[in-house]
């Protein structure tokens, strides 16, 4: 039986090499001439209403809510980079409704507001697809919905299982869903269209920043915050040209280290890995189908997620991505961990084994990069200095929607009134911190083995995995 172990195994390193020579080491989404201009760096001291630290996703939404909610507040955003140079431009452009990382996963740790936060997930993207349409926000959004495959034989009853417990949602036999995209190792699939989008990331980092300048939110590239000081009176965020005197401040950064220390025992950072073909000709997107163009994603520990892009010249493309998360010890964070070839090559060889009628199809783009994960794999937020600084972060890799929803949260908690939002469990409790050094490395390590276990075991979790769902440290999403 084909498997994603055998072909790591049976396809020849010299064909998998070969698909991979010449690939770009930039993200493919941020190689691209529409790319804008950085902004200048801070250059002088600025006092601001609200300071916004993060120019990904959190950040940028935060400022643009924050100027809808009071057009007369002034709003200062500052970027260590550029704007979409970390997660929010290089993810696979997955925009899901989910909240917790997935209905299952969710029903664990929130069982008593799970339908709560369902439908605020819904509403969630709902607004998104409003405030794109209200700015003209061009990102490629294609309100496709996921495809979820069943590459194993145990892994059909859990589709049957989510088939019948989710209005919508369409089951897909052996014959039906390799009709929809010619696979020999999706053994059968469910349809959910009304499961989010796709979008071209960077582009909607990119249009959030453009209609944060056109609603007069100041943007500052290239400028790290080093420190944040606070009195009774106001925030001071030091940069290395000069400092922000601020009355509210909300930190969306993400993967780096909090500018609160307690909150970064609760975040470690993931590795993810992805690729980007080459343009298909019309005989070779012919011959997979995939006429839906939805995202898919499997149903291992280890899962992999794809989907097809347009470039900017209108020729198709297919991100193949996941499968191979890495963390390193003392949750380090550098640029040499986005290039690992030794993960781009069991990518290139599952890839071959997913679509072996595109033989030959070589890949242009191999990159990776950070994620923060968090131990209940969704976001968690936290307040000081009497409620004027607020900090979003653990999104562990579903945050092109969630983002947003954590955006009116942060605003919600500066406001001080209590909402919908802020009453909400999943905002007043915080996950399990993570142990530290070794302990950390040792069960990520652990983990990640008992994982890969787990799904050549037909699913069935070790007692290293029972304990982690025991103690709320274990993945079920």
């Known amino acids: 039986m084909l498997s994603y172990d055998r072909a790591e195994r049976d396809i020849p390193i010299e064909r998998v090499r070969a698909s991979l020579a010449g690939a770009s080491p930039t993200p493919y989404w941020l190689d691209d001439p529409r790319r804008p201009a950085a902004l200048p760096a801070l250059a002088a001291d600025v006092t601001t209403d609200l300071a916004v630290v993060g120019g990904g996703y959190t950040g940028l939404w935060t400022a643009l809510m924050a100027k809808e909610r009071d057009p007369g507040r002034r709003v200062v955003l500052l970027e260590g980079n550029r704007i979409a140079w970390a997660a929010s431009g290089r993810n696979g452009g997955f925009c ?97 269209p009304g499961d989010g989008a796709m979008v071209s990331p960077a582009h909607l980092a990119w249009e959030l920043r453009r209609v944060c300048l056109e609603l007069g939110v100041e943007i500052f590239e290239h400028t790290p915050v080093r420190k944040l000081h606070a009195d009774e009176h106001v925030i001071r965020l030091e940069t290395d040209g000069g400092t922000v005197h601020a009355t509210d401040v909300a930190l969306g950064t993400n993967v780096f280290p909090a500018l609160l220390p307690a909150a970064r025992l609760y975040t470690i950072p993931v590795y993810d890995y992805a690729l980007m073909t080459e343009p298909l000709s019309d005989e070779q997107l012919a011959s997979i189908g995939w006429a839906g163009r939805y995202g898919i994603s499997d149903l291992n520990n280890r899962f992999h997620y794809s989907r097809l892009t347009r470039d900017h010249e209108g020729r198709t493309r297919i991100l193949y991505g996941g499968y191979d998360p890495v963390y390193h010890f003392g949750g380090r964070i550098k640029r040499s961990y986005d290039q690992r070839p030794e993960t781009f090559e069991k990518l290139a060889a599952h890839f071959a084994a997913t679509y072996p009628q595109l033989d030959g199809l070589r890949f242009s783009h191999a990159w990776g990069g950070a994620i923060d994960t968090c131990s209940r794999f969704f976001s968690f937020f936290a307040t000081a200095h009497r409620g004027r600084v607020t900090h979003a972060a653990g999104f562990t890799g579903l945050g092109v929607g969630a983002t947003r929803f954590a955006a009116n949260v942060m605003l919600d908690l500066l406001s001080g009134e209590e909402t919908e939002r802020t009453r909400l469990e999943l905002v007043r409790t915080k996950p399990i911190p993570f142990p530290p050094e070794p302990f950390a490395s040792i069960g990520a390590g652990i983990s990640l083995a008992e994982m890969a276990r787990a799904d050549r075991n037909e699913g069935r979790r070790g007692l290293w995995l029972k304990t982690m769902d025991a103690v709320g440290l274990g993945f079920d999403s």
């Open 96 to 192: 899901e409704t989910s909240l917790t990382h997935g209905e299952s996963n969710g029903r664990t740790r929130l069982p008593d507001e799970v339908d709560l936060l369902d439908e605020l997930g819904a509403r969630n993207v709902r607004e998104m697809v409003e405030t794109i349409a209200r700015y003209g926000m061009d990102c490629e959004w294609d309100p496709v919905g996921v495809l979820t495959v069943a590459t194993e034989p145990h892994q059909i009853d859990w589709l049957r299982e989510e088939a019948a417990e989710t209005p919508g949602t369409t089951f897909l036999d052996g014959p039906a869903v390799r009709a929809e995209v010619d696979s020999p190792l999706y053994l059968e699939g469910l349809r959910d």
